[in-house]
């Protein structure tokens, strides 16, 4: 439970492990239910263009995202995946949504075990695919 008194649902938490564990999805959005209790599973996809994921953060409200990041070593050293987790609060967003989502994010940040990199972002240049694999690319070599 978050300092907000927003729970994470189970649904969610059975959506990143099937990401996580099964491959089954590239990305998840997540949302703050209508009632504001709970945070619930918005949409999963299987699709691996990162620009397609971007067309689904919202220009004007909040959201969370988890992200199977796929991205290339230098010198042939093959691929590395990183669990990558998003904070979208675009500067456009409401005031209340901004707060809602900022209070609640470590209820769902601390229930997602695995993911390597946080990525704020308040504006598209934040969640960039070059801004972010600078961000995951940093400890190159680990996993």
């Excluded at 491959?23 to 990162?50: F, G, L």
């Excluded at 992200?67 to 230098?74: A, K, M, Q, T, V």
């Excluded at 050293?77 to 990183?82: A, L, Q, S, Y």
Aim: charged share 30%; aromatic share 12%.
């Amino acid at each position: 439970m978050s300092r907000s008194g927003v729970g994470v649902s189970d649904d969610a938490l059975e959506a990143f492990n099937d990401l996580k564990l099964g491959k089954k999805y590239k990305y998840i959005i997540y949302k703050i239910s209508d009632d504001k209790t709970k945070i619930i599973v918005d949409k999963t996809s299987t699709d691996p263009s990162y620009d397609k994921f971007l067309e689904e953060l919202p220009e004007n409200d909040c959201k969370y995202a988890v992200y199977d990041f796929e991205y290339e070593l230098g010198q042939g050293e093959g691929k590395r995946n990183k669990i990558v987790f998003f904070q979208w609060s675009p500067d456009t967003a409401s005031i209340r949504s901004k707060m809602v989502y900022a209070s609640s994010k470590d209820a769902l940040r601390r229930a997602l075990n695995g993911v390597s990199s946080d990525i704020q972002g308040t504006d598209f240049s934040e969640v960039a695919y070059d801004s972010v694999l600078e961000k995951v690319s940093r400890g190159a070599g680990s996993h």
